[in-house]
């Protein structure tokens, strides 16, 4: 006879958005996967399991079946339910340590170089928790379009959908969503693409991975602005260290006769990252110029092109490049969702066909389902209506700050900025932003010290950002005010 089940083994989770039976399946799973349900045991009756986890009978009895299904359990007519004898056949179990292995190998001395050490930008994990959330970069739920989302993700699970795009596409991306980007996407900044000269990405992230990886070694020089994205300098400092950080002033980046020496230049050009200024066109036709003239690559990250609240939409600097010297990375991290981890970029045909057989080496290429369901979603023309919908909520947040700044901050110097999500800011007077974070940390509010943006060190220590697209318009003001009452108490100690 099998050895009895304790009951306290089945218990469900009240904070689970999961439906009953998944949640019963996965819990009987891990219970016959882990052991703690030896083989051959008999399950307990449908009614005594349901009555212990307060759930209707069939509910229980089709969790049951399915795991008869899937080959779990065996059903044996008039004795009920029994784990499957040979379910943990093919399985090893290791042997139970408490504590990890410590390894001979000194992985100081083995590791190429250590990202670790690098500085890069960080928030708390539980930052929704927080009533003043200032941080860049996340989406507000609130805006996101579920029904329509559901939609698309509905529609990608059909047989006709799964078998499209669950087949070996090696380094071919999905052609409907190259078409969208190339017919939907794209147009919005003025740029045309050929389909070979457009690559999908996980993310800005990936197409700046390739494009470090297929230009750059450890003799050559980049250019990047200074202050700038944190992500793409560690990058760039993985192949080389010989970076050149340059000036960012009220137009943008400063063109300067030391770009002749670099190989490639890195740029933010339509809200530059973290300042938001909008480079100037006629920096811009400078700027294209050189690339020609002396040789070096221009990379575009219009990570944020969408959002101007303040005149027009400028079109991108690759919608300018006559001459190929610019690779333009775009994502929808900004629009749809961050964890989606969708980008493009589009550049000369001989460059994406390196860079598609170089991503393939990495990931063969973004998940096929994702890509299936972007297309849609695009086709749609549901991020178009989003792009509106999201448009005119951070011109809310954006119109509120930039008065909330000036009631409470007047002494503070505000980076010209037309759109983003973000303002940079700058005290007139000595200020150590970290300790600052830490004390406004403690009153609820949080917000990214400026220091991590400068590659030279010593960096200025009196520059924050302060990212909108995640607090509400309606707890800006008093934000503002906390930090304002905040910077006086720290001057005052």
């Known amino acids: 006879m099998s050895p009895a089940i304790p009951d306290r083994l089945f218990e469900l989770d009240s904070d689970s958005s999961a439906n009953l039976q998944s949640q019963i399946q996965e819990m009987l799973v891990k219970a016959i996967l882990d052991g703690q349900i030896p083989a051959g045991s008999a399950m307990p009756s449908g009614r005594k399991l349901a009555e212990q986890l307060k759930v209707a009978r069939n509910t229980v009895v ?83 379009p579920v029904n329509e989302w559901r939609e698309c993700c509905r529609d990608a699970a059909t047989v006709g959908a799964i ?58 020089t980049v250019a990047i602005e200074e202050p700038g994205y944190p992500d793409a300098r560690n990058i760039f400092l993985s192949r080389t260290a010989r970076l050149k950080p340059i000036q960012v002033d009220h137009e943008g980046l400063i063109p300067t006769d030391e770009l002749a020496q670099c190989q490639c230049l890195y740029l933010t050009p339509s ?51 006559r001459d190929g010297v610019v690779i333009y990375i775009g994502s929808l991290s900004k629009t749809l969702a961050p964890g989606l981890r969708v980008g493009f970029m589009t550049g000369p045909a001989h460059f994406i066909r390196e860079a ?21 979603f695009l086709k749609r023309g549901y991020h178009d209506a989003l792009i509106r919908r999201l448009s005119h909520s951070l011109s809310d947040r954006w119109h509120t700050l ?28 000595p200020l150590d932003t970290l300790d600052l974070q830490r004390r406004c940390a403690s009153e609820g509010l949080l ?24 607090i ?19 001057r005052g100690g």
């Open 62 to 144: 089709l969790v049951y079946q399915r795991l008869v299904d899937e080959g779990f359990l065996v059903a044996r007519e008039r004795s009920g339910y029994f784990v499957s004898d040979d379910i943990l056949l093919d399985r090893l179990s290791p042997a139970r340590q408490t504590r990890p292995a410590e390894s001979v190998i000194d992985w100081g001395a083995k590791l190429r170089f250590q990202p670790t050490l690098q500085r890069n930008l960080s928030k708390p994990s539980d930052w929704s928790r927080y009533p003043y959330p200032f941080i860049y970069g996340q989406i507000d739920p609130n805006l996101f």
């Open 271 to 321: 809200h530059q990252f973290p300042t938001t200024v909008t480079l100037s066109r006629q920096r811009r036709e400078t700027l294209l110029m050189a690339a020609r003239d002396d040789d070096f690559v221009i990379i575009e990250d219009d990570y944020e092109s969408e959002h101007n609240f303040k005149g027009g939409p400028t079109p991108a600097l690759k919608s300018l490049d």
């Open 163 to 220: 078998r499209q795009w669950s087949t070996d596409r090696i380094d071919q991306d999905d052609p409907e969503l190259i078409e969208q980007i190339q017919s939907r996407i794209l147009p919005r900044r003025g740029v045309w693409a050929h389909p070979d000269e457009i690559l999908v990405t996980l993310g800005a992230q990936q197409a700046l991975y390739l494009i470090a990886d297929l230009l750059l070694d450890e003799h050559q």
């Open 472 to 490: 509400p318009v309606d707890r800006i003001n008093q934000g503002i005010r906390t930090l304002a009452d905040t910077v006086a108490k720290t």
């Open 402 to 429: 930039r008065g909330s700044l000036a009631e409470h901050l007047p002494d503070w110097h505000v980076s010209p900025s037309t759109g983003g999500s973000s303002f940079w800011i700058q005290s007139p007077q």
């Open 356 to 376: 598609r057989v170089l991503r393939r080496l990495m990931s063969r290429h973004p998940p096929a389902n994702n890509q299936f369901i972007v297309a849609q």
């Open 447 to 470: 917000f990214e010290a400026g220091d991590v943006f400068f590659s030279e060190r010593p960096a200025p220590k009196n520059c924050i950002r302060l990212g909108f697209s995640s």
